[in-house]
């Protein structure tokens, strides 16, 4: 299929690759995104022509993104090879350096920044979109929950692509409803704070019963809107404990090495997925279970007889995960607010740290003291430590929970590199 | 002025207005009340539900364009909050909310009436104001520098019917000069979502107001403290 891509594509694939070489040798980077900058220089349309002989899946979402174009890469895996974005750079750029580096393959499966999701529809012409959640996340750049909705459903109106979308997030289903074709996941949503009011008509949003956060949000909560016809729509691909339930009504256990329900459901998501491409949940389910870490998160590693786990959490929404997926264990909360995480910690009070009660925990990151001051008003005792090993050295051996937003996320993993 | 037995609270409509971190103003408050031994109600009014008439704090969030317009709506239709603020009830409100307060505020491209609680009006500013926000407050209320954080596209005009809230040091507030204003037992400000976190004093203040106690004890602030002074030493050093 090489041969068929005009000379230029030649040419901007060729640079994009060697580019990507070079940074990753000079260690200036993983190369995952400046082979895609150059490319796209060369050719603007460089993305849909790496694109053009392939069968692609994009998933996109606030959160859980990276974790399940991995899930579903692994499932689509059954059929031959997958080109994947797996270092989550996932913008065109991105996207363009992972089709050129991956070569000729016939399937494709990639991370999807929210706000990019019509632009890279448009230069691939997916066959699938997934469609995870929305929620509120680093707002002093991000677009605001409903104006993101409603881009997406603008976008997606009437395309000839099938959508797998959470029929738990009224945001998403809003967005997804004008689709042409669309599998509704009953994914869950443990966050609801960003969708009371109906994206449609203003309307109260109402859900039958509390959530039950032990049994990890309920995932079967009804939910509509008391001022117009939008409601939870019905699932064909719903969870029962541990086992996804197909649309034919087949339960498959689901074992992951990943914690936590939200996992399990991103793997049910992964699944409706491949079903779209031909594969069986029982021929991806081993492959499923293989996945043991995702660019270090979920990682395990021991230090100084501690058992240390790294959880990954960005906003509101996936703190609450990061609690039910944590063991009760001692905890290292880190935070920092430089660029990449947003340089406002205001969220920090819309989440609930009462889940760590009981819990040792501990802070650190460069914004510890708003963490300090939010946990002092949440009643949840707490140390101050400055370093890792401090943090270490704090609790007894045995397993170390650590919940960070993502530079801190790096700098934990960099200093467990330089350790281990 | 409580005369009941609790100290009521009322965070007005989080459905609409709670953007980012808002509760955090109602989670402070009650907890510096408890310590000081005032039991407190708090109170979430959803937009679908009158306001009621006789607590003692309002609180307004933030929020998007859309909201924030029909906030103002139902306000207005309601009629609660003007009979409370009539009844010398305290008002915080922060963003969104401070803006609705005023005469007129722009959303989604449009000018919208506001509840004219405050004498202030707001347009559109050339740019978006994101990034911490410092003043020096008025010395009418004893209230150290004000910090927090600002995100918002509005400019707001005062008038001759209040005073702003601060002096800016860093960032935009009202228009790069003034941030904020207040009146009688109205205050708003730019600093947005849990903006009493960094600004003990200004809860304490709000207290004061809604209780007519002028013996509140001091509490140990000395996370808050840390935290307000490497936010003002972080705009020192830029």
Known sequence: MTNRRPLRAKLATSVSRGAAALSRATGRGDGSVIGGRLGLIIDPDL??????????????????????????????????????????????????????????????????DEHYLPQVMAATGPKVIALLNLSRDQ???????????????????????????????????????????????????????????????????????????????????????????????????????????????????????????????????????AAQFGVRPADALPRLAEVASIAGRYAQVERDGRAIRLLLAKNPAGWLEAFDMADQAPTLLSINARDPDGLDTSWLFDVDFAPLTGRQVLITGDRA????????????????????????????????EVIANYTAFQDIRAELDRVN | MSTESHLRIVWVYPDLLSTYGDRGNLLILARRADLRGLPVEAIEVRSDQPVPVEADIYLLGGGEDGPQALAAQRLIADGGLHKAVERQAVVFAVCAGYQLLGASFYAKGQQCTGLELLDLRSDRGPSRAVGELAGEVDPALGVPALTGFENHGGRTHLGSGVRPLATVTAGIGNDGRTEGAWSGRLLGTYSHGPALSRNPALADLLLRWATGRDDLEALDDTWTNRLRGERLAALRTG
């Open chain 1, 47 to 112: 993305l849909a022509h790496l694109a053009a002989d392939r069968q692609i899946a994009l998933i996109s979402g606030t959160n859980g993104k990276t974790t399940t174009t991995r899930l579903t890469t692994a499932a689509v895996g059954v059929l031959g090879p997958v080109a994947t974005n797996s270092y989550g750079a996932n913008m065109p750029t991105g996207h363009t350096s992972a089709l050129a580096k991956a070569g000729d393959t016939p399937y494709a499966v990639l991370e999807v």
């Open chain 1, 139 to 273: 707002l002093d750049r991000a677009k605001e929950v409903a104006m993101m909705a409603q881009l997406w459903r603008e976008a997606l109106h009437d395309q000839p692509v099938h959508l797998v979308a959470n029929a738990d997030d009224p945001m998403v289903v809003w967005a997804a409803s004008v689709g042409a074709e669309v599998t509704w996941v009953a994914a869950g949503q443990r966050w609801h704070d960003d969708s009371w009011v109906c994206p449609e008509c203003g309307g109260a949003i109402v859900r039958s019963g509390e959530p039950d956060l032990a049994a990890g949000g309920a995932p079967d909560t009804d939910w509509y809107c008391t001022g117009c016809p939008l409601r939870r729509p019905a699932p064909q691909w719903t969870l029962d404990g541990h086992a996804v339930v197909a649309p034919d009504g087949s339960r498959h256990v689901v074992t992951l090495q990943l914690p936590g329900r939200v996992n399990r459901a991103n793997a049910a998501t992964a699944l409706a997925v």
């Open chain 1, 369 to 400: 003291y708003d963490l300090a001051v939010r946990l002092e008003v949440n009643e949840v005792p707490f140390q101050h430590v400055t370093t890792f090993a401090q943090a270490v050295a704090a609790v007894p051996p045995g397993r170390l």
